[in-house]
């Protein structure tokens, strides 16, 4: 079963780092364009960041400077570095990326399940 396994979550202090990383797991032809969000407890989910295929990257204002999206796609995995995290970033960190299973398939939308992101002194 084809899915999008995020990982790298954990307790930090503010000012720490952490990489969270978006792996497909499963049989797939190629990865298209991922975004990250997050959602706060209480909170709507939100934009965070996106990699496209070709490289391009786009983030949320809250995170610019901070935050680094990459992939390697012989890997089928994108990486959110996040470097100076404060007690605000805290979430629920879900990937979303956009799957081709076979050459002549489109490419499908799949969310993975989250990891928690907790900053905290």
């Known amino acids: 079963q084809v899915q999008l396994v995020e990982s790298g979550g954990g307790l930090v202090q503010p000012g720490g780092s952490l990489r969270l990383s978006c792996a497909a797991s499963?049989?797939?032809?190629?990865?298209?364009?991922v975004r990250w969000y997050r959602q706060a407890q209480g909170k709507e989910r939100e934009f965070v960041a996106a990699?496209?295929?070709?490289?391009?990257?786009n983030y949320a204002e809250s995170v610019k400077g901070r935050f680094t999206i990459s992939r390697d796609n012989a890997k089928n995995t994108v990486y959110l570095q996040c470097n100076n995290l404060q007690p605000e970033d805290t979430a629920v960190y879900f990937c979303?990326?956009?799957?081709?299973?076979?050459?002549?398939?489109?490419?499908?939308?799949?969310w993975g399940q989250g990891t928690q992101v907790t900053v905290s002194s």
């Open positions: 979303n990326g956009d799957l081709k299973l076979y050459v002549l398939t489109p490419y499908r939308s799949y």
């Open positions: 499963g049989s797939i032809y190629s990865i298209g364009a």
């Open positions: 990699s496209t295929v070709g490289g391009s990257t």
